[in-house]
């Protein structure tokens, strides 16, 4: 890795890092905030059993209202909003590290120096890492913070919560390897974020599908989104060890895969 470029690119992207930071920090504070309202009225829970059970599956809320903070943030934040938060970041910025300047020229003027390709691309997967990373612990810290600060009596099962977000970051950290990946084997910055954005979108629809329909389950198998199941991790019902090693595994294969690539492909002049 490059110091000098790492730095730079992190004051150039840092804004935006803490953006999509903060912005997460204050969806799941205001989830929190209207928790303990929700949590008392039983009409709702009463509503919420008589939904359909794949839809209520598909959400996180297939045992009704959930009886703890953890179970609530698990349906009403890292069910959907917190997906949207970090696939948003992971396609956009890791367009912008690597394909866009080469689209833009700016990548010969990097190339011209004495940092070599492989330093380039791993300084600027640290950025992306590293953003990742941000996003996570400023959500976490602001759920134990705000959840001590909201509730009276705080119901909040931090071990199952804190394993919540050690499988969503591993997630993001497979998504944004091969939007990564995109990044360092295209030259056009249009096609590099159509196909890292699609793909994606395409995986949690799959996943839905699959959530919601009986005889379609089978389709969990082919998405990386199966892998995230908040509300059962919630519930302290699975062991996230082998999804958390798989998970790790295939995002440093992609990030590899795509530095090799990118060390030896021809750019264009």
């Known amino acids: ?84 938060i970090l696939i948003i970041y992971s396609v956009i910025l890791s367009t912008q590290l690597i394909v866009r300047l080469v689209d833009r020229g700016s990548m010969a003027y990097l190339l011209s120096t004495s940092v070599s390709r492989t330093k380039i691309a791993v300084s600027q997967a640290a950025v992306l890492i590293l953003g990742l990373l941000l996003i996570t612990l400023v959500t976490i810290a602001t759920v134990l913070i705000g959840s001590n600060m909201i509730m009276d009596n705080n119901d909040l099962q931090v071990s199952n919560f804190i394993q919540m977000n050690v499988v969503g970051f591993l997630l993001f950290f497979v998504i944004s390897g091969y939007s990564f990946f995109f990044s ?3 030259n056009d910055e249009k096609r590099a974020l159509s196909l890292s954005g699609g793909l994606t979108i395409v995986f949690f629809a799959i996943n839905l599908v699959a959530k919601m329909s009986t005889d379609l389950e089978w389709l969990k198998y082919c998405t990386v989104f199966s892998t995230f199941n908040p509300s059962d991790i919630a519930k302290g019902t699975i062991d996230i060890l082998p999804v958390s090693l798989g998970l790790g595994f295939a995002g440093l294969v992609l990030y590899a895969l795509a530095i090799l690539i990118f060390r030896k492909r021809d750019l264009p002049l």
Not at 7 to 23: D, Q
Not at 46 to 57: A, D, E, F, G, R
């Open 1 to 84: 890795m490059n110091t000098s470029l790492f730095i730079s690119t992190l004051k150039t992207k840092g804004k935006t890092m803490f953006s999509y930071a903060f912005g997460s920090a204050f969806y799941v504070l205001l989830i929190m905030w209207i928790y303990p309202s929700f949590a008392k009225s039983n009409a709702l829970d009463t509503v919420i059993k008589q939904m359909p059970q794949k839809y209520l599956s598909a959400f996180g809320f297939d045992g009704g209202m959930p009886k703890n903070l953890g179970g609530f943030l698990a349906g009403e934040f890292y069910g959907l909003l917190f997906l949207l």
């Open 184 to 186: 360092c084997v295209l």
